[in-house]
């Protein structure tokens, strides 16, 4: 079978007309920027790059030495290139605008540059999650704001999985496409094009420690969903739970599944527990572009009004049939107008 890479996939999208040359430039760099993330984590102890970084991000959470590396290889990649606005990502509190001796694009870039942190020491996978919209006509300045638009305004989104393989996987509106990093040359290859996730399941993933915390649909579900042949689902489910969201997706997108972090009483008060800019859109997109169905339990992730940069959400998605029960059960709990 004759491979192609992915700049050879992105040129072919862009004759198709399904992308412009600054969007593939900015795929491209991106992609550049994850193979020198994926060498750092591989090297591990040899690299000195294990463990803590004494530093805390915006969210307060303790920040590995690699998430810091993570975030510094990916803003450098891509301050000269001159197809982005500004930067914005996990560990910064506010966007970073392209310094001024670089030109400037029309693109702004969120990322999350090393998702699932805590599988680092332990050498379990991790990845890098970004999305990308555009940049409002005519602005001098970009500024917090600028980054709020829904999910359905993203033009691409995509992770990295640093695993057994370092993986990408890609969308820009026309379907979710996997490419394998062949470490020999140095290229992503496409290893599956237009990924479909079954609309039916018995696979979930969640962190069951939490059930006391839960509200009330999502106990009734997990419940439901434990009785297995015996309970009104009548079949038996497994559960898995990696602790790195990007792994959990990508085992959905590759047999199907449903992920789930729900609002419970300990991140309530947040707001749930994952991004919704550089965690929960892109991952939407990628889902719903792969058939599947991705929402807060209420309604459409990508159809949020986001509210703040680092705003946290629920996250149910996977496959559309379980997603679509789970989120019934959130509505019908609704209390009365
Ligand atoms: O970014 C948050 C994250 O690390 C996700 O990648 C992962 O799915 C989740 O948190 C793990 O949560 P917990 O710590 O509850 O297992």
């Known amino acids: 079978m004759k491979s ?7 040129i072919e999208a862009r004759r198709n007309g399904q992308l412009n040359a600054e969007l593939s430039l900015l795929i491209e760099v991106v992609a550049r920027a994850c193979k020198r993330i994926a060498v750092a984590t591989g090297k591990g102890a040899l ?42 990502s996990e560990e910064m509190e506010d966007p970073q605008p392209i310094p001024d001796a670089y030109p400037k694009g029309n693109h702004l870039l969120l990322f999350d540059p090393l998702d699932g942190s805590s599988n680092i020491d332990i050498n379990v996978s991790v990845g890098t999650i970004f ?28 992770y990295v999985l640093y695993g057994p393989r370092t993986l990408l996987v890609l969308t820009f509106g026309h379907g979710t496409h996997e490419f394998t990093l062949d470490r020999e040359i140095g290229s992503f290859i496409l290893t599956r094009r237009d990924i479909r996730i079954p609309a039916e399941t018995a696979e979930f993933a969640i962190n069951m420690s939490n059930q006391r915390h839960w509200q009330a649909p999502m106990k009734r579900y997990i419940d439901e969903v434990l009785e297995g042949v015996e309970g009104p689902r009548g079949k038996d489910f497994n559960m898995r739970w990696v602790a790195a969201m990007v792994a959990d ?10 992920f789930y972090y729900p609002l419970d009483a300990k991140n309530q008060a947040q707001g749930g527990k994952l991004r919704l800019l550089y965690e929960a859109n892109p991952m939407a997109f990628l889902v719903e572009q792969a058939g599947g169905a991705a929402t807060d339990g209420h309604q459409r992730i990508m159809e949020l009004q986001p509210t703040g940069l680092h705003q946290r ?5 996977g496959s559309r049939d379980e997603i679509e029960l789970v989120t019934r059960y959130h509505q019908q709990d609704l209390p009365a107008a």
Not at 4 to 10: D, G, K, N, V
Not at 54 to 73: A, F, P
Not at 249 to 258: A, D, P
Request: aromatic share 4%; net charge negative.
């Open 249 to 258: 997706v990508h085992r959905i997108l590759t047999r199907g599944g449903v």
């Open 47 to 88: 690299g000195d790059v294990l463990g803590g970084a004494g530093t805390d991000n915006v969210q307060g959470e303790h920040q590995k030495k690699l998430d810091v590396i993570s975030n510094e290889i990916l803003l450098e990649a891509n301050a000269w290139g001159g197809h982005l606005a500004a930067c914005a």
């Open 4 to 10: 192609i890479s992915l700049i050879q996939f992105l």
């Open 313 to 317: 959400v629920p996250v149910f998605l």
């Open 131 to 158: 999305s990308v919209l555009r940049c409002p006509d005519d602005i001098q300045q970009v500024e917090t704001h600028h980054f709020l638009q829904p999910g359905v305004e993203q033009l691409a989104a995509g």
